[in-house]
């Protein structure tokens, strides 16, 4: 009697023990079907919000290029649909990173703060604060506001670098190209140069290719070896464009004497401001003489001067001196060259693009805290073009809240 008395209790607890493990074995796979469920809805989200993004031009449909509010959001391109960006609507967003320094500037003459969406110092697109788009409003209109976050980085597919290259007794640049940190040989490039005589602005175009390790010099025997320029180069490689620039000034500054500051989307109006008043750097302390062109890019990149109707202007710096404002036609991407001559005769020049392709400028755009410490981050790619130049789509998401 003892011994089943045993046996019935070593059953029991054998019972419990299979038992108590079948449960913790069925939680933890319940577990992971819940994560597993809520991981695929946050993927499926991911998709959603990337093809709204990409193929949805927002409503209005031309929103990038007016001052008012937006009622629907998506960056695609109206004019020509499928996985193609609007150059516009991206210069209206208040993007959470600026390559060229810190990512508002203040300017006390029209008392606005400005996002800074630039390639590099001074050769970018200051839009006032209040004709962003920022985080809040674009989670309120994709319906995420407080149950999904939301990143997404636009960048260039290809890279295109421009150096000088010395010891030619005249000017001449080198392009590298590459993907992917790989040399991309035979890349076709059609590039420009903006060469800065006194005030006047004489473009010098032609077309060129890499050799096999992806590079090659590009001569100027005409131009003197230290003259002040801005210079683009565009690539194609297998249909895959990229563009690359650079730009040297004699005006003995690191810094940029001009900031040209969007000042209203609709009519194209521009302000050229001094750089000492939203700097106040020392080595700004000269007025100059300002004169500015616009290139309009063509579907082949190639450039064609658009008459502004601006006279030279002398632009000074401090209180009670004026800034000069000039107006770009609305519908057309290009590049704003801006040259200025200091009483020395040292020159300068900036360029500001005109639809973010121009320039291939990168934007970065989310609420500022980010994913950190989301145990499931949805990332989704697509390869895109601005004004025919090929860049990468990625969009992140995640589930806020438990």
Known sequence: MTGATIDHMVSVTILIAALMIAMLTYSSMFATAVDYDRNRQVSNKAIDLMNTICLSPGNPTNWGTT???LLGFGLNDPAVGGYSLSPYSIMRLATSNSSGGSSL?????????????SANYGHGVF????????????????????????????????EVDVTLATGYGHLALNVEVTGSGLPLSDATLNYHLF???DL?????????????????????????????????????????????YYTRNTAGSDLQFVIPLVTNYTSGEIILAHAWDIFEDDS???????????????????????DLDFTSELLNYG??????TTQLPVSEVGLLVISYKKSTNEIGTVIMPWGVG????????DSGIGSSGYNFVATELRQVTIDGISYMVKVSAWKLGN
């Open 319 to 324: 209180t009670g001196k004026p800034y000069y």
């Open 105 to 117: 500037v203040y300017y006390p003459k029209t008392e606005l703060y400005y996002n800074n969406l």
């Open 284 to 306: 700004l302390h000269a007025a100059v003489q300002v004169n500015a062109t616009f290139f309009i890019l063509t579907s082949g990149f190639q450039f064609q001067e658009f």
């Open 200 to 244: 006047a602005v004489i473009p010098i175009s032609g077309i060129t290719q890499t050799d096999s390790s992806g590079q090659t010099v590009i001569e100027f025997e005409t131009i003197e070896e230290g003259a002040a320029f801005s210079f683009t180069v565009y690539a194609n490689v297998g249909g895959i464009n990229g563009v690359g």
């Open 358 to 365: 121009t320039l291939g400028v990168s934007a970065s755009f």
């Open 67 to 69: 001052n008012t509010s």
């Open 195 to 197: 060469h800065v005589d």
């Open 127 to 158: 839009t006032p604060t209040g004709d962003l788009v920022n985080y809040t409003d674009v989670a309120e209109l994709l319906g995420i506001n407080g149950t999904y976050g939301l990143g997404f980085n636009i960048a260039p597919t290809i």
